[in-house]
């Protein structure tokens, strides 16, 4: 048993514990894998080749990401019982390049009653902590302890002497304790200029960063805090803080990375980050760099109901939350409402948050493309706006549990033509549970909430609790990185058996002066090239010429590698779809008319396990003159997306049939032009 859990014998009773109960078995469930890879190793449907994923079981953050020895570390939280999240422990595994993954046995498990949540690792070269043995020195990982009996989160530290292999839990621990519900994802980095160990932690709820410093990483004095800033319609998790130069400059700037959930860009979780200076106290965002507010987008559109009459007109209500019509901004001691259009807006707060009921809307023909509404209120599902085709809910929004309203889209037009129904729901009766609702609207373009005003690093809905290694060597000098490739709207739904999620490819991040500001780029850690198999190259041509040299090649597949550079246009919508099927597509484009850049994953092909998962992410196509270049990754069910050298990033899921391979560019004949595309196959890196 000692070589499947390969703690020190008797420091975890949780491991003694099934043990007692004769319960054995489970145990080897808490191998993050088989020693020996059978002919079927990693064929299931779904599986990607090419990413990270656990052999089985529920995975979410990646923790810990470490170099040392010529090993990249990957720890991440993992529930070693089952395929949905629980019990968070440390799953562990090692590459030498973060391509191709060894997983070894659980690191941290869940015990005392304390789940491993996020946190870091670091070498600690100086062996300032005292755990080094035989002059190596030791690796330190920094986690929240979370204890769900009190529901308290605190900072705990373990060690290792044997390049992570197995772990000592500090007797000190915690290490730092607030009596916090919301106190967790330390990241631990040595700063050389102050000598000292920071730690950069998040107080979850109150959208704030704390510093500490410590000579040891045993003792910690809080240093300074950061936020709320920027986006903070989520709670703030897993907070990464890093220096890079600015390309091509003599400057360097601290970045503060920090990831947020719900309430990203893309809806639910995804991460923002601030530019600006840290002098091993203190980080002060460069204001300039970090939040020029850009307002929401809203285009004109044919108004299905703003809510301005005094009563709700052919709209039905039952139950009690809706109130007898409109409500004017605030119902009694509700907090301030703000962010709807005119005097009215439907808002449940009628008698407070313990009132229920449902408000209905008159048959609606849908025409326009998309349908855009204000919304605002509880995040749950049972306050949310549904809208229902043939008696089905085909989509739902929720708030952001805050009073302000904020733009919301649904792209519809699968249904155009179809009679539908607006259906508000309050359902819920604790806190946050009510809804406001306003300006509903058919258009021919999606609105954009003015949570754009962050600085988002993936425009994705899949790419969150995104960390950088530590202790890369200086003479590599790339921070690189990667995120988990889910989100937590749906991502104990997804389709996927017997493991749920996968990391992104390993990104390495820099710093580029744009037309707007200093930004944050991302491309592929340049590894990522030894799986490139088979290669062709497309000199250059016109729509119906570059598809008739796909056909030629035969270029298909689900694990593609694709760089293709689309000549910009004024008008019209042109890009390529891969994992294409008979009736089905993940669809990567460029609207060239609103400028923007997108993966539509509607009809993707599974798309109907969560409500929230089907749709479109798009993002603001970077302001490069002359130049639209995709750079793509496939792997069975994902797409990478970096745009123009990696100014900008969509990561998204999908589920395609076994048979959608197929990869075609699309957009009007007359214009589009493709001036170069390069195609790759890629190799497994499980076989
Ligand atoms: C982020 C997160 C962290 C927490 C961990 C628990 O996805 O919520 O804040 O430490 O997951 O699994």
Redesign the pocket.
């Known amino acids: 048993m000692k070589a499947i859990i390969s703690n020190q014998p008797g420091s975890f009773p949780f491991q003694g514990f099934f043990l007692a109960l004769g319960l054995g078995v489970s145990l080897i469930t808490a191998r993050a894998d088989a020693p020996s890879r059978p002919a079927d190793y990693y064929t299931e449907t779904f599986r990607p080749q090419f990413h990270f994923t656990p052999a089985k079981n529920w995975m ?2 990646p923790n810990g990401l470490v170099y040392y020895a010529g090993e990249y570390h990957l720890f991440y ?1 993992y529930n070693p019982f089952g395929n949905t ?1 629980g019990h ?1 422990s440390w799953g562990h595994a090692v590459s030498p390049d973060m391509v191709h993954w060894q997983h070894l046995p659980l690191a941290l498990p869940e015990a005392d009653g304390v ?1 491993i ?3 870091s690792a670091v070498v600690d070269w100086n062996n300032t902590s005292g755990f080094g043995r035989n002059g190596q020195p030791p690796m330190i990982a920094i986690y ?1 302890g ?1 204890r769900a009996a009190d529901n308290l ?1 605190f900072q705990n530290i373990a060690y290792s002497n044997d390049k992570g292999r197995t772990w000592t839990k500090y007797a000190g621990n915690p290490v730092i304790n607030l009596n916090s519900h919301d106190f ?2 330390p990241k631990v980095q040595w700063h050389e200029a102050t000598h000292r160990w920071i730690m950069t932690v ?1 107080l ?1 709820a109150d959208h704030k960063v704390q510093f500490y410093g410590s000579p040891n990483l045993k003792e910690w004095t809080l240093l300074s805090e950061f936020g709320p800033a920027g986006a903070t319609s989520g ?1 703030w ?2 907070p990464d803080l890093f220096e890079l130069p600015v390309q091509g400059t003599r400057e360097k700037r601290w970045v503060l990375a920090v ?1 947020m ?1 719900p309430g990203s860009v893309a809806g639910g ?1 995804g991460g923002q980050y601030f530019i600006g200076q840290f002098d091993g106290t203190r980080f002060a965002a460069d204001l300039d760099e970090t939040l020029q507010p850009t307002p929401a987008v809203v285009p004109e559109g044919t108004v299905i109901a703003d809510f301005e009459g005094s009563d709700y007109g052919d709209w039905k209500t039952t139950g009690e939350a809706f109130g007898p019509g409109p409500a004017h901004g605030v119902l009694g001691d509700q907090n301030p409402v703000a962010g709807y259009l005119g005097h009215g807006l439907v808002n449940s707060y009628y008698h407070g948050d313990g009132t229920q009921g449902t408000l209905t809307s008159p048959v609606v023909s849908l025409i326009h493309p998309y349908v855009n509404f204000l919304i605002g209120g509880g995040s749950q599902k049972e306050t949310c706006m549904n809208l229902l085709v043939d008696g089905k809910v085909v989509r739902t929004a929720s708030g952001q549990d805050a009073e302000q309203l904020d733009w919301h889209s649904w792209d519809v037009h699968e249904f155009a033509g179809q009679n539908a129904v607006f259906q508000i729901v309050d359902h819920a009766t604790g806190g946050w549970g009510h809804i406001n609702v306003d300006q509903i609207m058919e258009a021919d373009s999606p609105a954009h909430s003015a949570s754009e005003a962050a600085l988002w690093f993936d425009y994705g809905k899949d790419y ?2 995104a960390v950088s290694w530590s202790d890369v060597p200086k003479s590599d000098g790339r921070r690189l990185w990667l995120g ?1 490739m889910s989100n ?1 709207q749906y991502g104990g739904d997804v389709p996927t058996s017997p493991w749920r999620s996968a990391m992104s490819i390993p990104r390495e991040v820099g710093l580029r002066r744009t037309s707007e500001g200093i930004r944050l780029v991302q491309k592929p850690a340049r590894e990522m090239e030894s799986l490139r198999d088979r290669h062709f190259a497309f000199p250059g041509g016109d729509l119906a010429k570059a598809n008739v040299w796909l056909a030629d090649q035969r270029i298909q597949g689900q694990q593609l590698e694709l760089l293709v550079e689309l000549a910009p246009q004024t008008t019209g919508v042109a890009g390529v779809k891969v994992l294409k099927g008979a009736k089905e597509a993940t669809v990567i484009g460029v609207d060239h008319s609103s400028g923007r850049v997108f993966v539509d994953r509607s009809q993707s092909g599974n798309v109907g396990f969560n409500l929230q998962f089907p749709g479109l992410q798009d993002a603001p196509l970077p302001r490069v003159t002359g130049r639209i270049q995709l750079h793509i990754f496939v792997d069975a069910c994902s797409v990478e997306v970096f745009v123009n050298n990696g100014e900008r990033v969509i990561t998204d899921l999908v589920y395609p049939s076994a048979d959608s391979k197929g990869v075609e560019f699309f957009g009007p004949e007359e214009t589009t032009k493709i001036r170069s595309a390069e195609v790759w196959t890629l190799k497994s890196a499980w076989h």
Do not use: K, L, P
């Open positions: 979410n953050d939280q999240w968070m789940m949540f996020s946190g929240a979370y989160q967790r994802d998040s979850a709670v998790e897993c990831n959930n979780s969150y609790a988990w937590w």
